[in-house]
């Protein structure tokens, strides 16, 4: 039984293909045509999903979209009746979209569908679960418990914008929901876009920017304060109720009434590109602890309901990683999984299962040593041939390694020597996270390479931190955790014995200050408040990055390497070795390693493209 998965026109379009249960294949659409969240349908993403799976359309058992759109049209009709004759402006832009498009999306997916070789004369079944669903059964299916609570978050599907279900076997049991306009993940956009970030992209430099803050000063206890008693009343389940005088994002076209959120906090509504001041980083610090209130709380309810022992966490705010290891240290749950692909991707995967498991009942089985993500390498591949045709389009120099040992070996010294790789190995990742197959790697020791990575070769903001992959093994000689963080969406902090002991006024230095005070033996990975946002790498799962860590390990006496995506600011992570090469040598990253080919940078022809990489791709 191959069934198709589809997530799409919101952001992060994707598709995911299921055989017999088993994820063959997943992949978002922007890797292949390289607009970062791009929302259109996922003709390349299915395309690439049916070759691997060694099928067609028309042969599937169903093609499963990710949520039921004429539920979203009612949410949309009664947001605005209710505000009315507020949202006027927003409900002129809306409605004639839904009238000509989205509501008749299964007209709409089957005519996308016929441009990439579907046959409507031999229908296949169109379903569609709801979205939180969706989330649900991404996260709970794939783990490695027979039974579990699950909790998805994020901004808003249908009406609900979390739920708590408990899932046993091949049953998944919606138990309670949270509703529109009240939201977790849109009270915390509303922050990213009052802070200067952009809404369903930059969520994450608002968890990076938050530890900037000061966590004695006394203004983030005021604005923790402010949050509670204005804008959302958090109950003890875990449910909140937002004041919607202060948002504008149910009827208008922004996400808060910004004057209003200027008086309330004593602050302009920061423009993208303007400095970071204190009170940024304090504010950001605020809503950060109040996110963690509110999870940990939904966790506990969960609990009540579902007396399980484990935990599965989907949706937009399953990738907030602060929160997430906030959550495991509570030990509300002795352990919690969370889907790789937690956001609207990630829907992909969960439509396919949830046709798979319960409109056709079918029997679970379950790996019960780990989950069914295969690492959440589920993308793209490419052969020796791939890298030689790229190499002679560009009249690229490489040299090839025929014994795998000798490349890790040689890149293990070229990182030693504090120089950036980029590397790329086997499928693509599935999901936000490069995790060893199309990462930029460095030295961890090496004070200057934050620094390096952000301005010279990602062009972004200095204070993003970077994550460090270490041999699962390991783990807890680096840092205060002992468990297992594959996917790289747990923050826990660096070990005691490996920091540095800060200054007595070290809250008081500004952000520039803080950034490059050394903080411990591995400064490139260590955040401003001593944590890190670990990856475990496993030999099963990534053979060829773990042997690259533990060459490093036998060089330098450290298991441990710094990661972070292989993209500039805005592009999507690369999948190809043509998009590969174009970003490294549009980029001072030193060297280049696509599956056993090097190329060093001081050996390649001069870059003749004219194209500027912040003309192509839209900052993010």
Request: glycine content about 6%.
């Amino acid at each position: 039984m191959k069934i198709l998965g589809i997530s799409a026109f919101y952001h992060d379009s994707a598709a995911a293909l299921i055989d017999n249960g088993e994820i063959v294949a997943a992949a978002q659409e922007e890797r292949f045509t390289r607009k970062k969240h791009d929302p259109n349908f996922p003709s390349n993403a299915i395309n690439y999903c049916l070759e691997y799976g060694g099928t067609t359309l028309n042969e599937l058992d169903a093609i499963v979209f990710y949520d039921k759109p004429l539920l979203k049209f009612e949410r949309l009709l009664e947001t605005y009746y209710t505000f009315a004759p507020k949202g006027i402006k927003s409900f002129i832009t809306a409605i004639p979209v839904w009238i000509k498009e989205k509501m008749f999306l299964k007209r709409l997916i089957n005519e996308e569908l016929e441009k990439i070789g579907y046959d409507k004369k031999n229908p296949v079944k169109l379903l569609f679960p709801e979205h939180h669903l969706s989330h649900a059964a991404s996260a709970f299916y794939p783990s490695p418990y027979e039974k579990a609570a699950i909790l998805t978050i994020d901004g808003v599907g249908e009406w609900a914008t979390a739920s708590i279900c408990s899932g046993e076997g091949n049953k998944i049991s919606i138990l309670k929901e949270l509703r529109f306009p009240h939201s977790l993940g849109l009270l915390y956009s509303a922050f990213t876009y009052f802070l200067g970030f952009k809404v369903n992209s930059g969520e994450y430099k608002l968890m990076g920017l938050a530890p900037y803050g000061n966590p004695s000063s006394p203004e983030v206890d005021k604005y923790v304060e402010t949050i509670k008693k204005d804008l959302v009343v958090i109950k003890e389940d875990g449910s909140i109720w937002l004041d919607q005088n202060y948002f504008d994002y149910a009827t208008g076209l922004k996400m808060v009434r910004e004057a209003d959120w200027e008086r309330l906090f004593g602050m302009k509504t920061r423009k993208p590109e303007d400095p970071l001041e204190a009170h940024h980083c304090n504010l950001g610090l605020a809503i950060q602890r109040v996110t963690e209130e509110v999870v940990v709380k939904m966790a506990q309810e969960a609990k009540r309901l579902t007396g399980a022992d484990y935990l599965c966490l989907a949706g937009g705010v399953a990738l907030n990683c602060v929160s997430n290891g906030k959550l495991q240290k509570s030990g509300v749950f002795k352990e919690v999984f969370i889907q790789p692909a937690a956001g609207d991707a990630g829907g992909a995967l969960g439509a396919a299962l949830t046709a798979y498991y319960i409109y056709f009942d079918q029997k679970r089985t379950i790996n019960y040593t780990q989950d069914a993500m295969s690492g959440s390498y589920l993308g793209p591949t490419f052969s020796d041939l791939d890298v030689e045709l790229v190499s002679k389009k560009y009249k690229a120099a490489f040299k090839k390694f025929d014994n795998f040992d000798e490349l890790t070996k040689e890149v293990s010294q070229i990182l030693a020597d504090g120089n950036v790789v980029g590397w790329v190995q086997g499928r693509m990742e599935f999901g936000p996270r490069a995790l060893g197959a199309r990462s930029i790697l460095g030295d961890p020791r090496n004070a200057e390479m934050q620094k390096k990575l952000n301005v010279k070769i990602k062009y972004r903001e200095s204070f993003r931190p970077f994550a460090p992959s270490v041999l699962a093994e390991k783990v807890g000689e680096y840092f205060d955790f002992d468990g297992i963080s594959p996917y790289m969406l747990l923050v826990h902090p660096v070990k005691e014995t490996r920091r540095k002991k800060l200054p007595a006024e070290f809250d008081s230095f500004d952000l520039r200050d803080k950034l490059y005070y050394l903080r411990s033996d591995l400064p490139s990975i260590t955040h401003i408040d001593f944590s890190a946002r670990i990856q475990t790498v496993h030999k099963q799962t990534n053979p060829r990055y773990y042997q690259l860590i533990q060459d490093f390990e036998k060089l330098t006496g450290y298991g441990v390497i710094v990661n972070t995506s292989f993209n500039v600011r805005g592009e999507p992570i690369v999948s190809t070795p043509n998009d590969a090469y174009r970003c490294f040598m549009r980029t001072e990253m030193d060297y280049l390693v696509v599956g056993n080919y090097l190329f060093d940078k001081r050996q390649q022809p001069e870059w003749q493209d004219t194209d500027n990489w912040k003309e192509e791709f839209v900052l993010d």
